[in-house]
């Protein structure tokens, strides 16, 4: 299994900006998929999970800003993030389990400017 993130980048506060993974190994519909951040300094922490069945979920700093999406037929996950704020700012990763451990993408840098 392996994962390849794109998207990211500079954006400005309120703007907006959608990461996508590529999933590839094994078909994406048998796997959950999760996004994690990590900025300076502070621990890696879940954004927002997506069962295989499509049943979403996402962290309370969230606040109805980022929506996750999968398209199995693509093997493709994305994270769309809307209003973004300065403490968005990141390294993005993609993540699924696997044979018991964890499997993650390379990250992305998202930067939040003024």
């Known amino acids: 299994v392996q994962l390849m993130e794109s998207g990211g980048g500079s954006v400005q506060a309120g703007g907006s900006v959608r990461l996508s993974c590529e999933f590839s190994g094994i078909p994406l519909k048998l796997n959950g998929m999760r996004w994690y951040r990590q900025a300076p300094g502070k621990k890696r922490e879940m954004v927002a999970a997506?069962?295989?069945?499509?049943?979403?979920d996402y962290a309370d700093f969230v606040e109805g800003r980022f929506t996750v999406s999968r398209d199995n037929a693509r093997n493709m996950v994305y994270l769309q993030m809307n209003d973004l704020k300065f403490e968005d700012a990141a390294v993005y990763y993609c993540a699924t389990g696997y044979n018991g451990g964890w499997r993650w993408g390379q990250g992305n840098q998202v930067t939040v400017s003024g």
């Open positions: 997506i069962t295989t069945g499509g049943t979403s």
